[in-house]
């Protein structure tokens, strides 16, 4: 029969060159008295006062420290950080590329993992069940971090109804968005499934830049035909670049598009 101990060190250690990163002379579990200690007051810190006052090394020591609770995670952090510049550019890393750092292997890596997907989790319900006009902000907030620094293109559709709260959230397709990637006959076949009144549709640019391509702006066009079409509304078409987003709706295209429409259509 295993003892609980027993599992907490098969979790807490990885083979060679992964997450054990214990030195000589560490004290029962893996940690030093003085490690031990430095551990406990970089906690005693974040009850007190929340991430204030933190370096991004230290965020993703105890990050790291979930994982891996019975190894000193000091220099692996700093190495991430290093290595990749940032705490943000250490959270969007591939976890490929964090194994590579000496102390940091699948176990470990848990940590940062679990903190974005709370966070994307996080966001997404604040927005879901509230007005859009009244919460665009947080809208805002939960595309622009759910979407910035993908590698790949993410094309994403919120389906609100008829008081334009949202209903829900889906993401298309990953790739890169052109015409022959979006189709607009399944966009409106899930919001005749959701029951949906309106529709804002959001996508990522890799590149950082948030300008909208000319195929971004012909996809938009086309979605919005195809929306009024069906008696449904587009309210915005958000392009996520590195912290900051284009807007359709607030550069007045959403409403170009919306007049062509009634032109073509004689009304």
Do not use: W
């Amino acid at each position: 029969m295993r003892h609980p101990e027993d599992e907490a060190a098969d979790f807490s250690g990885e083979a060679a060159g992964g997450d054990s990163t214990a030195g000589a002379g560490d004290g029962p579990g893996g940690l030093s008295d003085g490690r031990r200690g430095h551990r406990g007051r970089l906690r005693e810190r974040f009850l007190r006062a929340g991430l204030d006052g933190f370096l991004d090394h230290e965020v993703i020591e105890l990050l790291l420290t979930l994982g891996t609770p019975r190894r000193d995670c000091r220099e692996p952090a700093r190495a991430a950080v290093r290595a990749f510049k940032s705490l943000r550019g250490v959270l969007e890393a591939e976890e490929r590329e964090l194994c590579r750092i000496p102390g940091i292997g699948p176990h470990n890596v848990f940590g940062l993992r679990l903190v974005q997907e709370v966070s994307r989790r996080f966001l997404k319900d604040r927005i879901i069940g509230r007005p859009y006009l009244r919460s665009s902000r947080e809208v805002y907030d939960y595309l622009t971090h759910a979407l910035r620094d993908l590698r790949r293109e993410h094309f994403k559709v919120l389906f609100l109804d008829a008081k334009n709260q949202i209903i829900e959230e889906k993401t298309l397709f990953e790739g890169t968005v052109d015409s022959s990637a979006v189709y607009p006959r399944e966009i409106m076949k899930d919001a005749l499934r959701y029951d949906a009144a309106a529709l804002v549709f959001a996508h990522n640019h890799p590149s950082g830049d948030p300008e909208p391509s000319r195929c971004d702006r012909e996809i938009t066009k086309e979605l919005v035909l195809a929306a009024k079409v069906m008696g449904l509304k587009v309210l915005d078409h958000v392009v996520v670049g590195n912290n900051v987003y284009f807007s359709f709706a607030d550069h007045g295209l959403i409403a170009d598009y919306d007049l062509l429409y009634l032109s073509l259509h004689g009304k």
